[in-house]
């Protein structure tokens, strides 16, 4: 808000255009195995966590398959290495997905449309199912693995606020549908942070 009216963090919207691109780009769910691995595993301090502008110069999409740096479309690290916390997508008193595409936004899901998903499985093993709606593709269930369906971790609990991407602690369970929804709004981690956004209105004002 310091920036100006138009920026904050990441949101719901944005993480779905870029992972549906992803999707068409690598013609795969394992977005790891296309794009590069991230820095997922040695992290238990933020001392782990990799410097910013390390591969400033590698193009637009980088990727190996080493646990280090990774981008696409310039966004550096854009799972892996540190939790992404984003506007737009919570889950209710009964776990409830809820999602919201637009501005205002709030930590609560006031407001937001709520999804009728309830994910199952078991809370941070790997997504094996997800359900495309109007308001993006949201993960139902996690029942898979690091070699099937989407290859990413999901998290689930009440009452909590999105994290996206996954950490240097997670393991293989990091990547673009990586979804962690067991924290509240006002958790605080070394390994949680947000990316910023600028969002342009639709014309000038």
Not at 94 to 118: C, D, E, H, R
Request: with cysteine.
């Amino acid at each position: 808000a310091n920036n100006g009216s138009l920026w904050g963090t990441q949101t719901w919207s944005q993480i779905n255009m870029i992972n549906m691109l992803l999707i068409l780009m690598g013609k795969s769910l394992n977005t790891q195995a296309v794009f590069g691995y991230g820095h997922y595993t040695g992290g238990s301090s933020a001392s782990n966590l990799l410097k910013t502008g390390t591969i400033s110069d590698k193009g637009a999409f980088y990727g190996t398959s080493g646990n280090v740096a990774m981008k696409v479309f310039h966004i550096e690290n854009y799972y892996g290495d540190a939790w992404n916390r984003i506007r737009g997508c919570v889950t209710d008193a009964n776990k409830q997905i809820l999602v919201k595409t637009t501005p205002p936004y709030n930590t609560a899901g006031t407001g937001y449309t709520a999804t009728g998903i309830t994910p199952g499985g078991t809370s941070g093993g790997y997504i094996s199912a997800a359900k495309m709606t109007a308001n993006g593709l949201i993960p139902q269930t996690a029942s898979g693995s690091e070699t099937t369906y989407f290859a990413d971790g999901l998290w689930f609990a009440a009452s909590c606020y999105a994290l996206v991407g996954g950490a240097c602690s997670d393991g293989m369970k990091v990547g673009a549908f990586a979804l962690s929804l067991i924290s509240a709004v006002s958790a605080t981690y070394w390994h949680i942070g947000a990316a910023l956004s600028c969002e342009q209105p639709l014309s000038a004002a």
